[in-house]
């Protein structure tokens, strides 16, 4: 069984190995890196601190704002399409991998075969 199910093992890790690394960055790490992320960061810190109270640069602070505000609706787009893209890829994943234990489940004309502990 386990002959069988290296090379599908593989497969799966080679698949998601995106997805699992941007978690691991995510959970385990200092956080995702990534340079629009990054940027979209410094837009937002400079929208909501470029100025101080009567520096004379609150026109400034409201460019910052409406950068940070186009450049927040591009990236949420952006990782909408990308978490849809991922969700995808898994569901098709899962759907051959359940294709391909079917014959192993079901191998005498759609009859179960279990496992000898489970039969006594």
């Known amino acids: 069984m386990k002959k069988i199910n290296a090379p599908f093992c593989r497969e799966i890790k080679k698949r ?6 941007a978690r691991v960055d995510h959970v385990h790490g200092w956080g995702y890196d990534d340079r ?8 937002e810190l400079l929208a909501n601190y470029s100025s101080r109270n009567k520096t004379g640069r ?13 450049t ?17 890829a898994i569901g098709k994943l899962l759907d051959e991998y359940f294709n391909s ?12 075969v279990f496992p000898p502990f489970l039969t006594k």
């Not at 629009?36 to 837009?43: E, G, I, K, Q, W």
Request: proline share 5%; glycine share 2%.
């Open 36 to 43: 629009r992320l990054s940027r979209l960061d410094t837009l």
């Open 16 to 21: 998601l190995k995106p997805i699992i690394e």
């Open 101 to 112: 234990l079917d014959c192993i489940v079901f191998p005498l004309a759609g009859k179960p």
């Open 58 to 70: 609150r026109k400034i602070k409201v460019v910052y704002r409406f950068m940070y505000e186009d």
């Open 72 to 88: 927040y609706k591009d990236e949420r787009k952006r990782w909408s399409e990308l978490l849809h893209q991922w969700n995808e």
